[in-house]
């Protein structure tokens, strides 16, 4: 069974920095894909990252809405994903989950999270103005 842990929410003022990290707990297993999503109440969840860990070289992607303020990136032998957060907005505010899933997958579903297959628990970011 994999299991992602994810660590490094918090609650910050606008204009801050929060670092989340994502742990595959089976250290055999080596994803293809890794993403970091997440969903507000009252919204539907939305691709926030992603990066290609087995292909590709470690491309990463973004949603428009990040870009250039989350950085993801990925320590191979740690086995762990993180993102980091810069200039955090209150419309940040929202869970954030990891997911991850064996295959290299086409960047079409890399922000589409009905692609992966494991998920994390979750971890709260606020952001506060």
């Known amino acids: 069974q994999v299991q992602l842990v994810e660590s490094g929410g918090g609650s910050v003022q606008a204009g801050g920095s929060l670092r989340l990290s994502c742990s595959v707990s089976?250290?055999?297993?080596?994803?293809?894909?890794m993403g970091w999503f997440r969903q507000a109440p009252g919204k539907e969840r939305e691709g926030v990252a992603a990066?290609?860990?087995?292909?590709?070289?470690?491309?990463?992607y973004y949603a428009d809405s990040v870009k250039g303020r989350f950085t993801i990136s990925q320590d191979n032998a740690k086995n762990t994903v993180y993102l980091l957060m810069n200039n955090l907005k209150p419309e940040d505010t929202a869970m954030y989950y990891c997911?991850?899933?064996?295959?290299?997958?086409?960047?079409?579903?890399?922000?589409?999270?009905?692609?992966?297959?494991?998920w994390g628990q979750g971890t709260q970011v606020t952001v506060s103005s």
């Open positions: 089976r250290y055999t297993y080596r994803p293809g894909t």
């Open positions: 990066i290609r860990t087995a292909g590709a070289g470690g491309r990463t």
């Open positions: 997911a991850a899933d064996s295959r290299d997958l086409w960047v079409r579903y890399l922000l589409n999270g009905g692609a992966y297959t494991y």
